[in-house]
């Protein structure tokens, strides 16, 4: 079998269509812009497990629906396929439901954002790229830092001068070339799109190209797989760019046209920080996009975008979903990660901390309803914002 059933590129606003044998950014209908999908000449009914019996446990088990053609550039440093972990004992109110971590911490470079760099790089390296640049929160510029080393290619990171040190050193050694900005990441974003312009390098803003999309809507297989082919209730997502939120609600379609899942969808519920809360605050006053928000400081890192470039598409979904939309404090988040630490022995991410407390008050809400299955995900490790928590 090909390594990539993949047709073409689609815009989801306008349905515009694109080769995928070229570059590309966004849609060119000047009157949407949208991020671009990739599209599948998609198999029907496949068994599933046999299709995938044997084969290694990483993304790249669900190479036909990846988008690179030639196994020769796939750039891989094994991630992908991480644990459902059940809750073992933290509970709350009556303990009615049954609650997983899916935990991306053990990805390389420690989050995953692992997923979506080593599919756009491999496509990158497809298509002919050799300078890639990326403004980032902290995760992305690592894992771009680590895949291009690992591919050959060269590395430019954006990054706020506030990121905890950490973020930074992996960077350098990896051996990028790390830019530190005055500012958040919209800030990086727009110095990264100066110098990419004037430097004829390619970005890999999040969703501004299409491949990083298609990398982490493996999470989506894997969770569809590693439940034995049903989806939970409820799944809670720390949305920052929101790549991953819409890259799960992808697979799920892609697999339901296969015939691998029914048309049952899980509820999704976008977690934010206080300090940068567009979308929870447009999706409880019902808009179709959300505003510029940016109140500074945060330790969840990932979750300081005061305004995501796919804002209406991280929307449509909570939408489709019969979602929600819900904002955590600092204090909050803290407290959750060491609660989390302390009954469980995970040491997560702020980011990831923010879902209990989120799941929390939904509980008590009844938002969460009684037996629901419940899938909380983990982007990344905790180890790498020590300088971030009061211990």
């Known amino acids: 079998m090909k390594l990539s059933l993949i047709e073409d590129l689609y815009c989801p606003a306008c349905g515009t269509r694109y080769p995928s044998t070229v570059i590309q950014t966004v849609c060119l209908n000047e009157a949407c812009k949208s991020s671009l999908f990739a599209g599948y000449n998609l198999p029907l009914s496949t068994d599933p ?18 988008p690179v053609a030639d196994p020769a550039h796939v750039v891989t440093l094994g991630e992908g396929f991480t644990p459902v972990l059940p809750l073992r004992n933290l509970s709350y109110q009556e303990n009615d439901n049954e609650v997983f971590w899916k935990d991306e911490s053990g990805n390389p470079t420690g989050s995953f954002k692992a997923r979506g760099i080593s599919s756009a790089v491999s496509k990158a390296k497809e298509l002919g790229i050799t300078n890639i640049v990326t403004p980032t929160a902290g995760n992305a510029g690592g894992a771009l830092a680590a895949y291009c080393a690992q591919g050959g290619l060269n590395a430019y990171v954006y990054m706020p001068k506030l990121t905890p040190k950490v973020f930074k050193d992996e960077c350098r050694l990896y051996g990028a070339n790390l830019i530190e900005v005055d500012g958040n990441i919209s800030d990086c974003g727009k110095l990264a799109d100066k110098d990419a312009t004037e430097n004829g390098w390619f970005q890999v803003s999040t969703l501004k190209e299409p491949y990083r999309l298609e990398g982490k809507k493996t999470m989506g297989y894997e969770i569809a797989e590693q439940f034995n082919w049903e989806v939970p209730d409820v799944i809670l997502y720390p949305t920052g760019g929101g790549t991953g939120l819409i890259g799960i609600w992808k697979a799920f379609d892609e697999m339901e046209k296969m015939g691998w899942i029914g048309s ?40 300081r975008v005061p305004k995501p470039y796919a804002d209406k598409l991280i929307l449509k979904v909570l939408r489709e979903s019969a979602g929600t939309a819900i904002s955590v404090s600092d204090i909050q988040m803290e407290s959750a990660l060491k609660e989390i630490a302390r009954k469980e022995g995970m040491l997560i991410a702020p980011e990831g901390a923010a879902l ?4 929390k008050t939904l509980k008590a809400s009844n938002w969460i309803r009684s037996g629901e299955r419940v899938l909380l995900l983990n982007t990344g490790s905790g180890y790498k914002y020590l300088e971030n928590i009061n211990i």
């Open 264 to 303: 049952k969808r899980p509820r999704m519920v976008t977690v934010q920080s206080e300090s940068c809360d567009g979308i929870t605050q447009a999706f409880h006053h019902q808009e179709l996009q959300s505003q510029f928000v940016d109140r500074g400081f945060t330790i969840a890192n990932g979750l």
């Open 49 to 66: 497990e046999r299709l995938f019996s044997g084969r290694p446990a990483t993304m790249w088990r669900y190479h036909e629906f990846l």
């Open 356 to 359: 209990w407390q989120a799941f």
